[in-house]
């Protein structure tokens, strides 16, 4: 079991391994990886971009919105806010209220020492109440007020004895109501309009019996300039349906809402089915106005907060953030559509291309395969007009270039072969061989046994060098000894009739040559030079390195030729393998450049066109052949033979 996991596991490396080398991959996932990188990638980061881009633009578009609708309500709060302040100003500067303040008016005062429960205290028993013109018209006045204001619930005057005036309110108990905690803070703010929030544990009640939670106080003192005593305080009760028909039509979303609170965190107005009652204080920065996300519940809120400067409250949105970012998610919805439709055309695209693309290219590249192995009769049966068409049709061309130079290969070798055997059996022809033990017979008969053995010894060199184990190209030193041996049995048949002069140049001795290229060339000068001149002759045999090649010269001073015959010569030395296959040609003469023809054909088909021998030949003055041959500084191997050198 041990042993499958690790195989599975070297599997696996080994794929993703492979995988890795990018460029050993398969051209058609090349072409697929590369599609999809080019056309998928950039969609989906545009797609990423565009979404984050509306993400951000949308959140900074909703909180701007927000705080300017936050705005414009505590803009509606602080001008509700700005009035009451106004009648604070109004009931100060009324002579009346001075009067009273000052004392010259009664006002009315809780019961002192009454007998009653605390919390049971009514009003209309009491035995503090001045029932003068003048209180009456400060209540009259002040109902005015709530008349032409009718979110005010009720207005108190309170001078600084305790006694108060009140179109609605009345003291619960007979405290002193300059001890409740809602004159001091008018105390303390003197002459400063102060906004209190909701009312609790006062003394003060009013007819209508409104719950705290249902009314806003507000309070200012009033502060005698000479002295800078305060000398009362005025208390006004603000409905909460004011503060509330300011934010309660307002919706966020779906589900958000509005509330105010105050800045140490009490809440003044929170609307009903609120998501979070109350906010900690401690959430909210010291910025004016910002926007903030906390977890409730398990919930992600979004808190947009504006902090009235008039009255310090803060208004604050609170909405859920998933309500915040519908239009991102529709967007985002309408993005991932694309994405999906482009990443399916992409990927199909990608594969459909890929396959066309490398399809061809795998045909293209098994017919090679076959081609390789040898089979050169495949061909590509495509119709493309592209790149792959064009290749296609190429290698076609290709493969009948090689079939036919493989022919042409072929038809060489054979011809060479055959020159070959012709030079071989050229070479040991009868009359030559009846000639030679003519001249032993002669010999023999004339002389001592001694000549005769140097003869048949050059005779045994001449016949080992000319078969040569077989080999076709010999060092060059070989092919000297060889001509060396022949010219000794012709002098011998010749004597003073034959002069020789002989050079090898040092270079030319370490070089190799084709076999036997010399023989036909001196045997020539021997019989239709010499032979057919009067009186002795001279042969001149050089061999040295001339111009990057090997040139063997061999000069007679016989007979030549014609010109007719010389130009003759010339175009069967031009296409010497013709011209040995054509009719025999009659007459004198016809059968001397039989082996000159041979070693012209074995040079060109084994060199080139560019070796070979060139003839000059001048009618009773003599015959000139050079053989250029390539330096052959080792044996070349068999397919180094067409025209290269060896070095």
């Not at 977890?295 to 915040?324: A, D, H, K, M």
């Not at 011209?579 to 060199?607: C, D, W």
């Amino acid at each position: 079991m041990i042993i499958m996991r690790n195989n599975r596991v070297e599997s696996w490396r080994k794929g993703i391994s492979r995988w890795l080398r990018f460029g050993d991959l398969p051209l058609r996932y090349k072409l697929v990886i590369l599609f999809l990188m080019v056309g998928i990638l950039p969609s989906i980061a545009l797609g990423v971009l565009v979404n984050w881009t509306v993400n951000r633009i949308v959140d900074q578009q909703v909180t701007s919105n927000t705080i300017q609708l936050i705005g414009k309500v505590n803009q509606t709060l602080d001008n509700d806010m700005e009035n009451l302040q106004n009648i604070t100003y109004l009931i100060g500067f009324d002579p009346r209220t001075e009067r009273f303040l000052q004392g010259d008016i009664q006002g009315d005062k809780p019961a002192v020492g009454a007998d009653v429960p605390s919390g049971t205290y009514r009003p209309q028993t009491s035995p503090v109440k001045q029932d003068n013109e003048e209180n009456y018209e400060i209540k009259r006045y002040l109902q005015g007020f709530t008349t032409l204001y009718p979110e005010i619930a009720s207005i108190l005057l309170v001078n600084r004895e305790g006694a108060y005036i009140s179109n609605e309110m009345y003291a619960r108990s007979p405290a002193n109501l300059t001890e409740e905690e809602w004159y001091r803070e008018a105390v303390l703010n003197e002459g400063i309009f102060t906004v209190l929030g909701h009312p609790a544990d006062r003394n003060v009640t009013t007819h209508v019996h409104y719950a705290n939670e249902e009314l806003v106080s507000v309070v200012r003192s009033f502060v005698d300039p000479d002295t800078r005593e305060v000398t009362g305080a005025v208390l006004i009760d603000l409905k909460l349906r004011a503060v509330a028909r300011a934010v309660r039509d307002v919706t966020l979303g779906k589900s958000g809402y509005l509330m105010v609170a105050e800045a140490g965190g009490s809440s003044i107005y929170t609307p009903e089915d609120s998501i979070i009652p109350s906010i900690p204080p401690s959430w909210f920065p010291e910025e004016e106005s910002g926007a903030l996300i906390r977890e409730v519940n398990g919930e992600r809120l979004q808190l947009i907060y504006g902090t009235s400067s008039f009255t310090g409250w803060r208004t604050i949105g609170v909405f859920p953030t998933s309500e915040s970012v519908y239009e991102v998610r529709e967007i985002r919805f309408y993005m991932i559509c694309f994405l999906f439709i482009v990443c399916l055309f992409g990927v199909t695209a990608s594969y459909t291309l890929s396959q066309s693309i490398s399809r061809p290219i795998w045909q293209l590249m098994s017919f090679m395969q076959k081609a390789e192995s040898g089979d050169l009769t495949i061909r590509y049966w495509g119709n493309r007009q592209d790149e792959v068409g064009m290749l296609g049709r190429s290698f076609n061309r290709m493969l009948l270039q090689i079939r036919k130079l493989m022919k042409l290969s072929e038809l060489r070798e054979r011809q060479k072969r055959e020159a070959e055997l012709r030079s071989l059996q050229a070479h040991i022809k009868p009359h030559f061989l009846y000639n030679t033990l003519d001249t032993i017979h002669w010999m023999a008969r004339k002389k001592g046994a001694d000549d005769v053995s140097d003869l048949v010894e050059s005779l045994s060199r001449l016949f080992r060098i000319g078969l040569s184990k077989g080999d076709d190209i010999i060092p060059m030193s070989d092919e000297w000894t060889h001509i060396s041996s022949y010219l000794q049995i012709q002098k011998t048949r010749y004597r003073d009739r034959l002069q020789v002069e002989m050079e090898l140049s040092p270079e030319a001795e370490r070089l190799h040559v084709l076999k036997l290229i010399l023989q036909p060339m001196v045997e020539n000068a021997i019989y239709h030079g010499i032979k057919a001149r009067r009186g002795p002759g001279r042969i001149w045999i050089q061999a040295q390195v001339e111009d990057n090649a090997l040139v063997l010269a061999v000069r007679d001073d016989g007979a030549g030729m014609p010109a007719e015959r010389l130009e003759a010569l010339r175009r069967q030395l031009a296409d010497p393998v013709t011209a040995m296959e054509a009719p025999h040609e009659e007459g004198p003469g016809a059968s001397r450049s039989y082996g000159m023809l041979n070693v012209q054909a074995r040079i060109k088909l084994t060199f080139g066109e560019t070796y070979g021998i060139m003839i000059d030949s001048i009618e009773n003055e003599g015959t000139t052949v050079r053989i250029t041959h390539p330096l052959l500084h080792a044996v070349p191997s068999s397919s180094d033979h067409d025209g290269r050198d060896s070095r």
